[in-house]
């Protein structure tokens, strides 16, 4: 699945890094331990957390993830949403809490 079909299904925000939307999404990371994600991410995983700031994209271009969604209508900070840009590493937001989106993206991932 690419992360521009996760943007369309969910009905995600695009806040930035448009131009990852044709990235392939190979699984998904739950967590806002930014230790933990990058201990336990995998390339190509969507990254689901309520953390804002810029070191979660300096954690999303090392591990390469697809994309980071961002909860609770979340949305990040200026020099995060800029450095999301120049990766090319969508930063998505939804209104929905973690649990919920969590269970629709298993399901789309693996149905």
């Not at 939307?21 to 309520?50: F, K, P």
């Not at 840009?85 to 993206?105: A, C, D, H, R, W």
Request: hydrophobic share 40%.
């Amino acid at each position: 699945m690419k992360v521009k079909e996760l943007v369309e299904k969910l009905n995600l925000q695009v806040l930035s890094g448009a131009e990852g939307l044709d990235r392939d999404i190979e699984g998904c990371y739950v967590s806002d331990l930014l230790s933990d994600v990058m201990g336990n991410a995998e390339m190509g995983n969507v990254w689901v957390t309520l953390q804002t700031h810029k070191n979660v994209m300096a954690i999303a271009s090392l591990k390469e993830l697809a994309c980071v969604v961002l909860v609770k209508g979340q949305t990040a900070s200026e020099d995060t949403l800029e450095q999301s840009n120049e990766e090319g590493i969508p930063f998505l937001s939804t209104t929905m809490q973690t649990y919920e989106t969590v269970g629709k993206i298993y399901q789309l991932l693996n149905c």
